[in-house]
């Protein structure tokens, strides 16, 4: 199994975000890179690398990236893909099993 909340604001969006959330978050644990997909192309690519059979990925996601995170996933061949919401309503968890 892998758990990760990797880095997910894209670049441009991190010095707009709220003063507390910059003051008490390093930029390094926010910074997703240029569309802030980067960390979870390199998770889909490698991640099933270190999975056994039926390994399961969770990965924490922004709520804009319900679609583009299962979709990379699905191109590196993960199944059972399912984008799971907070209780705000807001995609927030894309599980996966790379069979």
């Not at 690398?49 to 969770?58: D, E, I």
């Given at each position: 199994m892998i758990v990760s909340n990797p880095p997910?604001?894209?670049?441009?969006?991190?010095d707009g975000l709220m003063p507390?959330?910059?003051q008490y978050e390093p930029r390094i644990a926010l910074d997703g890179k240029e569309d802030g997909l980067f960390f979870?192309?390199?998770?889909?690519?490698?991640?099933?690398k270190h999975l056994k059979k039926?390994?399961?990925?969770?990965l924490e996601i922004g709520h804009d990236q319900g679609e583009t995170v299962p979709a990379l996933l699905s191109q590196e061949d993960f199944k059972q893909i399912q984008?799971?919401?907070?209780?705000?309503?807001?995609?927030?968890?894309v599980a996966a099993v790379f069979p």
């Amino acid at each position: 199994m892998i758990v990760s909340n990797p880095p997910y604001i894209p670049s441009l969006v991190v010095d707009g975000l709220m003063p507390e959330v910059l003051q008490y978050e390093p930029r390094i644990a926010l910074d997703g890179k240029e569309d802030g997909l980067f960390f979870y192309r390199i998770l889909a690519r490698e991640g099933k690398k270190h999975l056994k059979k039926n390994g399961r990925l969770y990965l924490e996601i922004g709520h804009d990236q319900g679609e583009t995170v299962p979709a990379l996933l699905s191109q590196e061949d993960f199944k059972q893909i399912q984008v799971i919401k907070d209780l705000g309503g807001n995609d927030r968890v894309v599980a996966a099993v790379f069979p």
